[in-house]
């Protein structure tokens, strides 16, 4: 069992009733790929409170007068810039890691210069 399948534990008349929305609204909100309930091997919608916050989100969008392909276009772009900020993290890390190692390895090169370095006497020097 996978977490995204112990998540989803509620049916669409469950989510129906914690939403306050109705079942065929939840319904036309998965046809526009709004939403995309965990389905069982034999096909039953089944949401997790992910999913309720979701259509509750949705609902709120929807009264605001913003129509289901622009909540569409709204979430899309949410997922990229949750995508984007999940990749700067990710470059800022390499970055970092960059830094350290681009100073450690500086740091052996002055340490190999002490040991190439000799210093001579006033003895062998001659006028």
């Known amino acids: 069992m996978n977490s995204e ?4 534990i509620y049916f669409i008349s469950v ?19 709004l939403i995309k309930p965990f389905r069982t091997g034999g096909g039953t919608r089944r949401y997790s409170q ?5 259509l509750i989100q949705i609902q709120d969008l929807s009264q605001r007068g913003i129509n289901l392909d622009g909540i569409k276009i709204i979430y899309e772009m949410k ?19 960059q830094k350290v190692e681009s100073k450690n390895k500086e740091k052996e090169i002055h340490q190999s210069y002490k040991n190439e370095i000799v ?3 006033d003895k062998s020097i001659r006028k």
């Open 50 to 54: 992910n999913d309720i916050d979701k």
């Open 15 to 33: 989510a129906s009733s914690l939403s306050g929305i109705h079942q065929q609204t939840i319904r036309t909100y998965e046809n526009k790929g």
């Open 79 to 97: 997922d990229t810039i949750d995508n984007l900020k999940k990749k700067v993290l990710l470059l800022e890390n390499e970055i970092s890691n």
């Open 119 to 121: 210093k001579k006497s």
């Open 5 to 8: 399948e112990s998540n989803a």
